[in-house]
Every structure is written in structure tokens, then in C-alpha cells.
T-cell receptor, first 114, second 112 residues
Framework: GAVVSQHPSWVICKSGTSVKIECRSL??????MFWYRQFPKQSLMLMAT?????????EQGVEKDKFLINHASLTLSTLTVTSAHPEDSSFYIC??????????FGQGTRLTVV | GQNIDQPTEMTATEGAIVQINCTYQ??????LFWYQQHAGEAPTFLSY????GLEEKGRFSSFLSRSKGYSYLLLKELQMKDSASYLC?????????????FGAGTRLAVHP
């Protein structure tokens, strides 16, 4: 089956620094990848849609200057949390669209900002 | 826009059957998915419905009624390991591409 690899699995960073999260589709080409954020005991909230070779489409309320998304190739999308603050601490999950339109998820990245 | 509702929590007994309901209101409906998520892990795919009716896959079945905006996930012969959150997700066409929008999830606790 399709495999999506997300790195790192967890990261702790200081407030004010930036963190980059990578999402790779290992055995298929993903023209579209999605980035979700999940707070404890809550569901996945779609942050943005990453389209290969074009600008990401952000959901309402998500700051595009803070959450930089790049989708430079068919197998790699990155999310950079800039000037991170403690309230950005969350579980970030990427997913790549499969042939049936469903989602293959990465393992998730637990970000803690101290 | 979209609105997806499912119960927040459910409890059931090992070996029993449980049904988790999901209602949705969305434009551009293009399929409904159920995912299982254990705490601290990414969701895993369970089922997919795009046409009305029942899809059976082992102990798990999923039903869809597009006219009613309704789906359910049926879990049979419950096991302790089935304790998890179950997420209903609707695929909709928006802006020329598909988006997968999740409900809040139902936390299922299976007791001996």
C-alpha cells in the first residue's frame, strides 16, 4: 500500500525559533498533500492544501505567513512553523491523496514549544 | 462549507456490537471515510463509501445514505484493542480539488 513518511516524529524547540516538518510519499506521486493540526482530544483540523508546483491553499483562520508550506516535488511537501510560540504546540499530520481520493497519513509530528 | 456531527463518546462491552453514527451537511459531496485513531498516533483507514448502501470489511461495516446525509460505522465482536477514536471524514470538491474534512471523532471505550 501507499506509504507516507513524516519527519521528525517529535520536536522540542524554543519559543521564537522555526521548525520544518517534512512529508514524503515513498512509493507514489502525490500531486496534492494536506496538512492537519490536532490538539489533544480534538479532531484533525485541516490547515492547508499543498499543490505541487503552486502556492498552498490555506483554510480560514490559518496564518499563511506563520505556517509556510512548500510542495516543490511530487513526493515532498514541507511545513515550516515560523517564530513558534507555546500555543503552536500540537500534533501536526500530513496526508497525501490516494487514487480513490482518500488519505494516506504520515506518522505525525508532535511539536512542543517551550 | 461543511458540518459533520458524531457522538463524542461511547462505551461498549467486549464481544458486543456498536454502531457509531455520523451526519453531515456539505456541498460537493464526493465520498465518506471512516478512520480509526489511537491516542498519539496518526489515523488509519477503515472504510470508504461513495454510493448508498453497506460496505462490509471483516468485523467493520460502514453504511451510507446520501439523501439523508447519514453514515454509520458498525463494529462487531468488539475487542479491547478497538478502544480508540473513530473519525468520520467527508470528501468534498472545493475549488477544483478534493478536500477531506473530519468530524470531531467518537471516543469508544471497550470494557471487559
Amino acid at each position: 500500500g501507499a506509504v507516507v513518511s513524516q519527519h521528525p516524529s517529535w520536536v522540542i524547540c524554543k519559543s521564537g525559533t522555526s521548525v520544518k516538518i517534512e512529508c514524503r510519499s515513498l512509493d507514489f506521486q502525490a500531486t496534492t498533500m494536506f496538512w492537519y493540526r490536532q490538539f489533544p482530544k480534538q479532531s484533525l483540523m485541516l490547515m492547508a492544501t499543498s499543490n505541487e508546483g503552486s502556492k498552498a491553499t490555506y483554510e480560514q483562520g490559518v496564518e499563511k505567513d506563520k505556517f509556510l508550506i512548500n510542495h516543490a516535488s511530487l513526493t515532498l511537501s514541507t511545513l515550516t512553523v515560523t517564530s513558534a510560540h507555546p500555543e503552536d504546540s500540537s500534533f501536526y499530520i500530513c496526508s497525501a491523496r490516494g487514487t480513490d481520493g482518500g488519505a494516506f497519513f504520515g506518522q505525525g509530528t508532535r511539536l512542543t514549544v517551550v | 462549507g461543511q458540518n459533520i456531527d458524531q457522538p463524542t463518546e461511547m462505551t461498549a462491552t467486549e464481544g458486543a456490537i456498536v454502531q457509531i453514527n455520523c451526519t453531515y451537511q456539505t456541498s460537493g459531496f464526493n465520498g465518506l471515510f471512516w478512520y480509526q485513531q489511537h491516542a498519539g498516533e496518526a489515523p488509519t483507514f477503515l472504510s470508504y463509501n461513495v454510493l448508498d448502501g453497506l460496505e462490509e470489511k471483516g468485523r467493520f461495516s460502514s453504511f451510507l445514505s446520501r439523501s439523508k446525509g447519514y453514515s454509520y460505522l458498525l463494529l462487531k465482536e468488539l475487542q479491547m484493542k478497538d478502544s480508540a477514536s473513530y473519525l468520520c471524514a467527508v470528501r468534498e470538491i472545493s475549488g477544483g480539488y478534493n478536500k477531506l474534512i473530519f468530524g470531531a471523532g467518537t471516543r469508544l471505550a471497550v470494557h471487559p
